[in-house]
Structures are given as structure tokens and as C-alpha cells.
């Protein structure tokens, strides 16, 4: 089973929510830069821009659940051969947050787990590996209308991957813009 597969699975229990209460279900995008917290994959790959989409029910006023993904690619050289690499990264995350409802701008935390599709392509061969890790989140989002939340959040990840450079984290940072739309 691949990771869409996965999320399309997620993304269909969650929109059974819509018969219960339509009013706390969301989708949103989000958009930011990533930014490897591993040195070697930072070092070939460095940071990059990462997009993605996202999709919740608030369970309370203060609890919810998401499930999320974000896609992040980048070309590199290796550092011994000095020959051109690339990779793909479906970064998935599926978790709960809280709410602090203290205001007009609301903070929230999050915690849950992630799940990384890496696709790597070298001259002298390519990987494909599915790995599970955790990760954590906090960030600010705003009621721009009753239907329409503007925010920013910063991830962190971490998942265990075996490249073609060897034994590498595929977590890292993700600085986060998102606009919401609650159904």
C-alpha cells in the first residue's frame, strides 16, 4: 500500500464526519520551506519549498484531528563522485491538535504520526522506501470569516530512512503558511 493510497483512506473516514457535523469539518493548503534536520541530507539536498494539503474535524471547541501531506523535491550532487541526485518526499502526517481559544489569533499544538514515501534517484541506483516517524507542531491560525482561517506553523518531523547514502533522518523543520476553509 503507498502512501496516497494511505491518505486517501484518511481523507475518506474523515469526510464521513460530514453527516455527523459539517461545520467542523476542514480542508485547508499549506505552503512554506523545509528545511532536513539530517547534516548529510541537508548537505546534498538542502532546504526547499514545500506544498501541501490538509484536512480536519474539530471534535470540540479545543481538540481536533488532521490529517495532512506536504511534497518536498530537490536536486543535489553527491559528495564524493560530485554526480547529480535527486529526491522526492511525500511527507504525511496524521495527528491531533489543541486549541487555545484566547483570542482573535489562536495558537495551537499538535502531536501525531508522520509518514515519509522518499523516492531517491543516483547514477547508481535508485531507492524507494515507505517509513513511519513522529512528529510535532505549533503554530497560529486566524478566523478571517466563518468559513475562511488564514495561519503559520512550524513542524517538526522524524522518520528513519535507509537512502542511498546510507542510514539518513528524513525529518527536518517545516515552516508552514495555510489557509483554511471549514464545510
Avoid: H
Wanted: charged share 15%; net charge negative; hydrophobic share 45%.
Amino acid at each position: 500500500m503507498k502512501l496516497k493510497d494511505i491518505f486517501l483512506i484518511l481523507l475518506t473516514l474523515a469526510s464521513f464526519s460530514v453527516i455527523a457535523n459539517a461545520e467542523n469539518l476542514f480542508v485547508g493548503v499549506e505552503c512554506g520551506y523545509f528545511i532536513p534536520s539530517d547534516g548529510d541530507f541537508n548537505d546534498i539536498y538542502g532546504g526547499n519549498i514545500i506544498f501541501g494539503a490538509n484536512a480536519g474535524y474539530m471534535l470540540s471547541d479545543d481538540i481536533g484531528i488532521i490529517t495532512a501531506a506536504g511534497f518536498y523535491s530537490a536536486d543535489g550532487i553527491s559528495a564524493v563522485t560530485q554526480q547529480n541526485v535527486s529526491i522526492s518526499l511525500l511527507n504525511g502526517r496524521v495527528g491531533v491538535f489543541y486549541v487555545f481559544n484566547i483570542g482573535d489569533i489562536k495558537p495551537r499544538i499538535g502531536a501525531g504520526l508522520a509518514l515519509v514515501n522518499l523516492e531517491e534517484k543516483t547514477p547508481w541506483g535508485n531507492t524507494s522506501e515507505l517509513v513511519a516517524g513522529w512528529y510535532a507542531s505549533g503554530g497560529v491560525f486566524m478566523p478571517v470569516s466563518t468559513n475562511l482561517t488564514i495561519g503559520a506553523e512550524v513542524i517538526y518531523s522524524d522518520a528513519s530512512i535507509e537512502g542511498a547514502f546510507g542510514d539518513q533522518r528524513a525529518g527536518g523543520f517545516s515552516v508552514l503558511a495555510n489557509v483554511g476553509f471549514y464545510i
